[in-house]
């Protein structure tokens, strides 16, 4: 079990995003703390392989180039 302390206005915020959806509000921060660990999870796992990789890298600049997307 797990709790977690909100301010009001986080609270508030909760509560429209749970009503407009139909959901309870213990769903709807569930779903958005399980989706935030699986991101940082991700981010974890591509920061360690930037670390070892030793392959070329690119900016986004040359790929949008290499691709023929630049205006």
């Given at each position: 079990?797990?709790t ?9 915020l ?23 660990i ?8 591509a ?5 070892n ?6 900016t986004?600049?040359?790929v ?8």
């Amino acid at each position: 079990m797990l709790t977690v302390e909100l301010s009001e206005k986080e609270e508030r915020l909760l509560e429209k995003v749970a009503k407009r959806r139909g959901k309870t509000k213990e769903y709807c921060a569930k779903k958005a703390i399980i989706e935030s660990i699986e991101d940082m999870a991700d981010y974890d796992i591509a920061v360690e392989v930037l670390k070892n990789s030793t392959g070329e890298r690119y900016t986004m600049a040359e790929v949008e180039e290499r691709l023929g997307l630049v205006d």
